[in-house]
Structure formats: structure tokens, C-alpha cells
């Protein structure tokens, strides 16, 4: 079976501090795909990145960065110098070559205040 | 280009009544998900559309729940008749791939439906 688990339910921070959101996922297939979507206030569920399971480089993208590390089946989110606007709720999700539906951690809220 | 978009975006209806949610895709995007987020729990997947045909609807929580795709376009996911547990925000996403799994999947803004 599949799980993906966020165990911080909510996060604050005061701005221009980094905070690392955790995620943890359960497979037992050697091909999948790891994701992270952003919810703001505005309720869309915003793409951020997707990670094949053969590709364990990390990726950085201007403040964004993540860390997937198979060894501990986890792929964690660091936002450097948070800003207000991060403010959100982020998702961690996962799916297999063999199972086109995503499977979704409960979420982290990230609250980031000036 | 336009995003996936949602109709309504908030519903408000009383319990024994119909409700029909609206979800059209990005253009040329031949797979079309549906996702349910009920209150603080995770989202959790509905069904799967390819093109018009139902690839995978082990998500539908029971026969109240009726989706459909016609033309392979736009899709409809009619509640009859509503109950309090289906209060909650309904997603639709849609990805352009032939194997979905493979693919990102984008999200819409959501429904968010109210049974009381």
C-alpha cells in the first residue's frame, strides 16, 4: 500500500526565517513519482515539483529547495527566508508508474508572520 | 492557456437535495481526475477519466455519487441525494499523458460543498 505522511500539522515562522516542511512515503514500487502542491488562501491547489523515484538530486528553485532521499523514504521542502506570501497549506504527495491516482499527506500549514 | 476550471466554487445546499459540480480540463488533456478533501483530512481520489471512459473509480465513496465525461471534454460529478458527510472541497485535476501515473496532474481551484 501507499502513504504518505506530514507529521507537522502546522508551522509558524517569522519572516526571512527558513522552515523545512518533512515528508515521509510508504511504496513497495521501484517507480514513482513524488510531488509537492501548495494550497494559498485562495484554495487552488498549486503545482510545485515532481521527482522521479531514479532521480535523487536535489533541486533548488530560487528560495525553494528539496531534499529526496530514498534511504529514509522521505522528500522534504526547505523555504529559505520565508516571506508572507509562502504563507499556505503545503501537500506532499505520491503516485506509481502503476497507479495513476495521487496519494496525499493530511497537509502542513505554513504560517509565516512579518 | 487557460487552466482547469471549477463550477460553482461554493454550494451550498440541504441534505436530500442534487447537486451537480462542473470541472473543464486544461485543453487536450485526456486525463481528468476527481479528488475529495473533506474538513482537516487529507485529499483523497474519486475517480479517473480517460478521455470519456472510466479508468479507475475505486475512490467513489458510494452509488449517491454519479460522474460522467461526456465527449471527453468537460466533466459533471452529480451527488444524489446529498448527505452531511459529503460536505467538503472537491478538486478536479486534469494531465495530458496516455499513462497518467506518469504525468503531472493540475489542479482547479475547487468546489466547496456544503451540506446541511
Known amino acids: 500500500a501507499q502513504k504518505v505522511t506530514q507529521a507537522q500539522t502546522e508551522i509558524s515562522v517569522v519572516e526571512k526565517e527558513d522552515v523545512t516542511l518533512d515528508c515521509v512515503y510508504e511504496?513497495?514500487?521501484?517507480?514513482?513519482?513524488l510531488f509537492w502542491y501548495k494550497q494559498p488562501p485562495s484554495g487552488e491547489l498549486v503545482f510545485l515539483i515532481r521527482r522521479n523515484s531514479f532521480d535523487e538530486q536535489n533541486e533548488i528553485s530560487g528560495r525553494y529547495s528539496w531534499n529526496f532521499q530514498k534511504s529514509t523514504s522521505s522528500f522534504n521542502f526547505t523555504i529559505t527566508a520565508s516571506q508572507v506570501v509562502d504563507s499556505a497549506v503545503y501537500f506532499c504527495a505520491l503516485n506509481t508508474y502503476n497507479t495513476d491516482k495521487l496519494i496525499f499527506g493530511t497537509g502542513t500549514r505554513l504560517q509565516v508572520f512579518p | 492557456e487557460a487552466g482547469v476550471t471549477q463550477f460553482p466554487s461554493h454550494s451550498v445546499i440541504e441534505k436530500g437535495q442534487t447537486v451537480t459540480l462542473r470541472c473543464d480540463p486544461i485543453?487536450?488533456?485526456?486525463?481528468l481526475y476527481w479528488y475529495r478533501r473533506v474538513m482537516g483530512k487529507e485529499i483523497k481520489f474519486l475517480l479517473h477519466f480517460v478521455k470519456e471512459s472510466k479508468q479507475d473509480e475505486s475512490g467513489m465513496p458510494n452509488n449517491r455519487f454519479l460522474a460522467e465525461r461526456t465527449g471527453g471534454t468537460y466533466s459533471t460529478l452529480k451527488v444524489q441525494p446529498a448527505e452531511l458527510e459529503d460536505s467538503g472541497v472537491y478538486f478536479c485535476?486534469?494531465?495530458?499523458?496516455?499513462?497518467?501515473?506518469?504525468?503531472?496532474?493540475?489542479f482547479g481551484p475547487g468546489t466547496r460543498l456544503t451540506v446541511l
Open positions: 485535476a486534469s494531465s495530458q499523458e496516455e499513462r497518467g501515473g506518469a504525468d503531472t496532474q493540475y
Open positions: 511504496t513497495r514500487d521501484t517507480t514513482y513519482y
Open positions: 485543453s487536450g488533456h485526456d486525463n
